[in-house]
């Protein structure tokens, strides 16, 4: 597998669509490409998605136009539907196995997951002979800097691993909500927590002040 061209870092929303046109391309061959209206049924799923989002079309033709800006995602020609249908662009551009394919849309679909939740959840995505078939194509992807390993959460016996395409993990937190990852803090947050904490400091010294007069 080859990776030369410099790694896209997606939106959760562009993540979402690429995501959802990578699964569908295997899970529902006869209804793709897709239409606008059938790619934010799929970003909308309940099951299979992690987390759960409610995208509005406006939202998934934003991510589909950036998409396609990368190279990522292109308009289908031919066939006689009048509606317009896109398809992912994603092996074209970094050529990857099935196996590779299967493991990055789960990623980009339910989150960090441990080799074992990959080879659970791929069933239709890929058919992997043996848990041995998953950690060969989790060593190829983080060869080629599409995938990282996680440390290991308080009693979980297998490391998670996380697709680097997106969002940064947060490589220390417990992670036992419903959403996996989170982003890394933005200097606008940062700021904000510097200036409650300046104001904390300075109503400590206030009431220091009122309950130990000089």
Known sequence: MESERTLPVLNA?????????????????????????????????????????????ETVINAIHS????????TAVGGTSRAVKYKHNFTTVYPLSNAELAILCLLFLRGPQTPGELNTNSGRLHEFSSLEG?????????????????????????????????????????????????RSSSPGLEARVSALENEVTQLKDLINKIVNPS
Not at 67 to 74: E, I, P, T
């Open 67 to 74: 998409l396609k800006s990368r190279s990522l995602v292109a």
């Open 134 to 182: 998953v950690h060969d194509a989790l060593n190829k992807l983080m060869e080629a800097n599409f995938v990282t390993e996680l440390s290991k959460r308080p009693g979980q016996k297998e490391a998670r691993f996380t697709h680097l395409l997106g969002d940064t993990v947060n490589m220390d937190e417990d992670d036992s909500s419903e959403e996996s990852y989170t």
């Open 13 to 57: 929303e562009e993540l979402r669509v690429l995501g959802a046109l990578m699964e569908k391309s295997k899970t529902t061959p006869d209804y793709y490409p897709m239409t606008v209206n059938a790619l934010a049924a799929a970003c909308n799923q309940k099951t299979s998605r992690k987390p759960v989002v409610d995208y509005s079309e």
